[in-house]
């Protein structure tokens, strides 16, 4: 199953729908929200859990959950690289995360030229969610090391290179340090968590 950029986030709705295709995998391209989508219906769609247990009743997705492929076309949440998901209520408003090592993606396509489309405020958006994940990683408790270098590595591209990529989007040395900051950032939220700066 393909989501684009334009698609919306997970709703009650989306995975059961998705239950007949019988997929054996599931391909999430976009941002964010289609990062986190796709791994959401791969966890769901397999099992006879709906995706409000999910949230509200802390269900785990199984051994079940379908192997996920993740192409960002933005550079900001790290979804490509990190356990989890965030599933929206929209009768509520309430957003909760699931999270388990069954959602890491099998395989993560992080080309920057499909960042080279986002606009001005976009990329202005999604940079920034790129660098407070770099300072949260950074300061959180559960930092290592290693989370340390790669948050520091992170600011200093983004605070490089955000200014140039929203000076000219078709910079390409601009969105691949975007790119590399928000993959990496992934995998740093997947090792120390996140912290008040998320909030």
Same mark, same amino acid.
């Given at each position: 199953? %393909?989501?684009?950029p334009?698609?919306? &986030?997970?709703?009650?709705t989306?995975?059961?729908?998705?239950?007949?295709?019988r997929?054996?995998?599931?391909?999430?391209?976009?941002?964010?929200? *289609?990062?986190d989508c796709a791994?959401?219906? +791969?966890?769901v769609? &397999?099992?006879?859990?709906a +995706?409000?247990d999910?949230?509200?009743?802390?269900?785990? &997705?199984?051994?079940n959950t379908?192997?996920?492929? +993740?192409?960002?076309?933005?550079a900001?949440?790290g979804?490509?690289m990190?356990?989890?998901? %965030?599933?929206?209520?929209p009768?509520?408003?309430?957003?909760?995360?699931?999270?388990?090592?069954?959602?890491?993606?099998?395989?993560?396509?992080?080309?920057p030229?499909l960042t080279h489309?986002?606009?001005?405020e976009?990329? *202005?958006q999604?940079?920034?969610?790129?660098l407070?994940?770099?300072?949260?990683s950074?300061?959180?408790?559960?930092?290592q090391?290693?989370?340390?270098a790669l948050?520091?590595?992170?600011i200093?591209?983004?605070?490089?290179?955000?200014?140039?990529?929203? +000076?000219?989007p078709?910079?390409?040395?601009?969105?691949?340090?975007?790119?590399? *900051?928000? *993959?990496? %950032?992934?995998?740093?939220?997947?090792?120390?968590?996140?912290c008040? &700066?998320?909030?």
């Amino acid at each position: 199953m %393909m989501f684009t950029p334009t698609q919306p &986030p997970l709703t009650w709705t989306t995975a059961p729908r998705a239950r007949p295709h019988r997929a054996e995998l599931v391909i999430g391209l976009g941002g964010g929200s *289609a990062l986190d989508c796709a791994k959401a219906i +791969a966890a769901v769609a &397999p099992g006879n859990h709906a +995706a409000a247990d999910y949230v509200y009743q802390r269900a785990q &997705p199984g051994a079940n959950t379908l192997p996920v492929i +993740a192409i960002p076309a933005t550079a900001d949440t790290g979804s490509e690289m990190n356990r989890s998901c %965030m599933i929206s209520d929209p009768g509520r408003p309430y957003k909760g995360a699931v999270r388990s090592d069954l959602l890491f993606p099998r395989y993560a396509v992080v080309d920057p030229l499909l960042t080279h489309s986002a606009g001005r405020e976009l990329t *202005a958006q999604t940079g920034f969610d790129a660098l407070t994940h770099a300072v949260e990683s950074y300061v959180s408790p559960k930092a290592q090391p290693i989370c340390d270098a790669l948050a520091l590595q992170a600011i200093q591209d983004v605070a490089e290179f955000l200014p140039v990529a929203l +000076a000219n989007p078709h910079h390409a040395r601009a969105r691949e340090k975007l790119s590399l *900051a928000s *993959a990496t %950032m992934g995998i740093n939220l997947s090792m120390a968590g996140t912290c008040l &700066p998320h909030r």
